[in-house]
């Protein structure tokens, strides 16, 4: 999962944790981008059979998730990610201009992907 320097921030505020802890533990960094280091086993640290253990800091990425620009804007990507995605199709319905506004978001996070 791709972070942003604010999602760090919260994550480790969260965990009650400094920034550097954070990131010592948790973070891989490259020259462009920031991303959570991947545990062998598991896609995410902090994803339970629960949910997501920081869910209140939860990462800009997984927030706005089914909402990104690449399955938003192609509804064959869409249906394929539904057949795996146990949240859409459920609860209120979510109108396009919200889906595209939060598909937005994305890109406004993450303009080196987009």
Known sequence: MWLTETD????????????????????????????????????????????????????????????????VEDRNEWQRTATWCPGIGQGPLIQIGTAVELAHQMRTAYPEQY
Do not use: D, N
Request: proline fraction near 11%.
């Open 8 to 71: 760090l921030l919260a994550a480790a505020a969260y965990l009650k944790m400094t920034p550097s802890e954070f990131e010592e533990k948790y973070v891989y960094r490259t020259t462009q981008r920031i991303r959570l280091r991947k545990p062998p086993g598991s896609q995410c640290h902090f994803l339970s059979s629960q949910g997501c253990s920081i869910h209140p800091a939860k990462p800009t990425q997984c927030r706005l998730f089914p909402f990104w620009p690449e399955l």
